[in-house]
């Protein structure tokens, strides 16, 4: 009988004890439903937000049919007010969702997946038809933004008529490696 008392109390504190730790800091994480977390718990409803929406997003369905389930997965504040979610697919491929409700801004953006130029408009053009449907992207005008410096890749870039709209394919020779859009209303 003692030793059941002494188990409940044991137990009760420890209970209590990881209720009152401390969130995770720079540093600091902890894994939440396969996803490095270094939000800490005051944040995760968040990041479960987030996650979502990516997971039900058309970057993230491509990926996963191109490359298979996600091989990493993490969230974290890149500023105080800014959320992102990152996935890491394979060796050199990724996508990630940021938010900034202070900004009021929305991204996303898949990095390394090479493509051909029309898969990747296609890509974008389906993407932001099913997440971003009220940015009214201009489909029939892009610039052209100037190659960058490391990596010779250059963008090519669509605008949209609300709330400063953009979507983004990352060019490097003829093939795309990157696809982004995102808004900031």
Known sequence: MRSSKALIVAGTLLGVAAAWAPAPTRGQSAVIDGCRDEV???????????RQALERGVLYETMVRRAGAPTGCRAYRPAETALEVAYAFGASASLAGRIDPVLELSQQSLRGAAMPRAEAEAL??????????????????????????????????????ACNCQGRITLRDAAAIGVAFGSAC
């Open 40 to 50: 800490g718990p005051g944040g995760r409803d968040d990041v479960r937000a987030l």
């Open 124 to 161: 974008l053009k389906a993407a932001v038809a099913r997440d971003a449907a009220g940015c009214s992207m201009v489909w029939d005008q892009s610039a052209r933004e100037a190659a960058s410096a490391s990596g010779g890749t250059a963008d090519l870039v669509f605008r949209g008529t």
